[in-house]
T-cell receptor
Framework: QKEVEQNSGPLSVPEGAIASLNCTYSDRGSQSFFWYRQYSGKSPELIMF????GDKEDGRFTAQLNKASQYVSLLIRDSQPSDSATYLC?????????????FGKGTHLIIQP | DAGVIQSPRHEVTEMGQEVTLRCKPISGHDYLFWYRQTMMRGLELLIY????????DSGMPEDRFSAKMPNASFSTLKIQPSEPRDSAVYFC?????????????FGPGTRLTVL
């Protein structure tokens, strides 16, 4: 049974600071990793994906992957109140994402104005 | 494009009744996924289809659950008979090719309450 673990939070961060969200996964063979954002009462939306060790940057967001440690993180720079949401880490179930994703339960992020 | 469409958005039913949830994927997408989200278990994959063919239904919790995709633009998830523990938000998602990093687009979800 593949598992994806996240701290449920809430994680409270002051506006303008860096928010750091973390995720660990159990299947060492996993190759694709995704971060979704979910506002309350809404559906998940993809922020970014990563599949190579190291960092991947997209605007204010940076995903970090360390396959040796089975660890994925998401950094949000210059955090805004609109970033307040639940962030879901997801792992592709095989060599890719073709057969669905295994999600963590999410971290609730609160950006304090 | 209108995105993934789900209906109904909310469903309240009584234990023992049949429930049918509906999904229209994004046109041209070959993969369709059904997920269920609860506070206790988070977001779980139930079943997914490729080109209308069910590929993996290992996440379907019990025989009470069934899913069909009669054509490329329509899928249903049926629960018969429904139980209170089936109360959850059910999401449908679709993706273009199911490749390694292909984006899954989620519908708005159906909030099911079984009394």
């Amino acid at each position: 049974q593949k598992e994806v673990e996240q701290n449920s939070g809430p994680l409270s961060v002051p506006e303008g600071a860096i928010a750091s969200l973390n995720c660990t996964y159990s299947d060492r063979g996993s190759q694709s990793f995704f971060w979704y954002r979910q506002y309350s009462g809404k559906s998940p939306e993809l922020i970014m994906f990563i599949y190579s060790n190291g960092d991947k940057e997209d605007g204010r967001f940076t995903a970090q992957l360390n396959k040796a440690s089975q660890y994925v993180s998401l950094l949000i720079r210059d955090s805004q109140p609109s970033d307040s949401a639940t962030y879901l880490c997801a792992v592709g179930n095989s060599g890719g994402g073709a057969d669905g994703l295994t999600f963590g339960k999410g971290t609730h992020l609160i950006i304090q104005p | 494009d209108a995105g993934v469409i789900q209906s109904p958005r909310h469903e309240v039913t009584e234990m023992g009744q049949e429930v049918t949830l509906r999904c229209k994927p994004i046109s041209g997408h070959d993969y369709l996924f059904w997920y269920r989200q609860t506070m206790m278990r988070g977001l779980e994959l139930l079943i997914y289809f490729n080109n209308n063919v069910p590929i993996d239904d290992s996440g379907m919790p019990e025989d009470r659950f069934s899913a069909k995709m009669p054509n490329a633009s329509f899928s249903t998830l049926k629960i018969q008979p429904s139980e209170p523990r089936d109360s959850a938000v059910y999401f449908c998602a679709s993706s273009l090719s199911g490749g390694t990093t292909d984006t899954q687009y989620f519908g708005p979800g159906t909030r099911l309450t079984v009394l």
